[in-house]
């Protein structure tokens, strides 16, 4: 199979507690009104009056999700940097209250330890829960511990991989060092450097560098086309066109 790429998700959770107004809190005002300097107040007429201050509003003093405005006075929940009523803030899943609980944020919204634990995917080595980064890899999920080599048990994280005919996953030298078919010529392994491509030369059932497939007799470099500088060849042997020639003239005398 050819050396795929792995794909990584990150998954983030957060820990939020209730936490009390961050605004000041407005504060009912007593105040006395002193009597008129110009007299035209009646001594000992002082009437108190109790004034409201206006309720200080500034922008963001709304509920993140009912839109509606947090009370100077009530509780609010600040979550993913934004507020709520503590009856707001509430899983979006199963609507269990959320305010100083352990909430998983998904998708922007939030939701609680158990609805989260249910959307997370299983590793498909070790059948735990991923909760953290994941490596996604021939349709499954991965710890990334777990999507190792099986040869050197290396983490193979976003490098490239190749997976044999078992299935199981391998460093792309370790694959080589496995699988690779070894030249017929010089007995080395044929395997890709560097990103190049390398082509496997096939020829009388044996495999051939594309630098080691050349003619036996002159060395020529022989084309792996069908073509005049193609391989001619005569019992086993890769020949060029003209050696071809000469040893079937001399076999033949
Ligand atoms: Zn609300
Ligand atoms: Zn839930
Ligand atoms: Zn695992
Ligand atoms: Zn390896
Ligand atoms: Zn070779
Ligand atoms: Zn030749």
């Excluded at 999507?147 to 044999?164: K, L, N, P, Y």
């Excluded at 084309?223 to 020639?245: A, I």
């Amino acid at each position: 199979m050819l050396p795929g790429k792995a794909e990584k998700r990150i998954a983030s959770s957060i820990f939020i507690t209730l936490v009390p107004p961050r605004r000041d809190v407005a504060t009912k005002e007593k105040t006395q009104r002193e009597p008129q300097p110009d007299g035209a107040e009646v001594p000992g007429t002082h009437h108190p009056q109790i004034l409201l201050s206006p309720p200080a509003l500034p922008n963001g003093d709304i509920c993140a999700f009912c839109h509606k405005v947090l009370g100077p006075q009530e509780p609010t929940v600040e979550a993913m940097r934004k507020q709520y009523h503590p009856d707001c803030f509430t899983c979006r899943t199963c609507h269990r209250l959320l305010a100083g609980q352990r909430y998983f944020q998904r998708d922007g919204c939030p939701m609680c330890d158990t609805c989260f634990q249910a959307t997370l995917e299983k590793c498909a080595k070790c059948q735990g829960l991923i909760t953290e980064h994941i490596i996604r890899a021939l349709g499954k999920g991965y710890h990334p511990s777990c999507f190792s080599c099986a040869a050197c048990s290396r983490a193979i994280g976003t490098e490239s991989f190749a997976v044999d005919e078992q299935g199981d996953v391998y460093c792309v030298p370790d694959f080589y060092r496995k699988y690779a078919a070894v030249c017929s010529a010089c007995e080395r392994p044929i395997v890709p450097h560097e990103d190049e491509d390398t082509y496997k030369i096939e020829c009388l059932g044996r495999s051939f560098h594309e630098s080691c497939y050349r003619c036996e007799s002159c060395r020529m470099p022989l084309s792996p086309e069908l073509t005049e500088n193609g391989c001619y060849p005569l019992d086993d042997h890769l020949l060029c066109k003209s050696c071809h020639v000469r040893w079937r003239n001399e076999s033949s005398c």
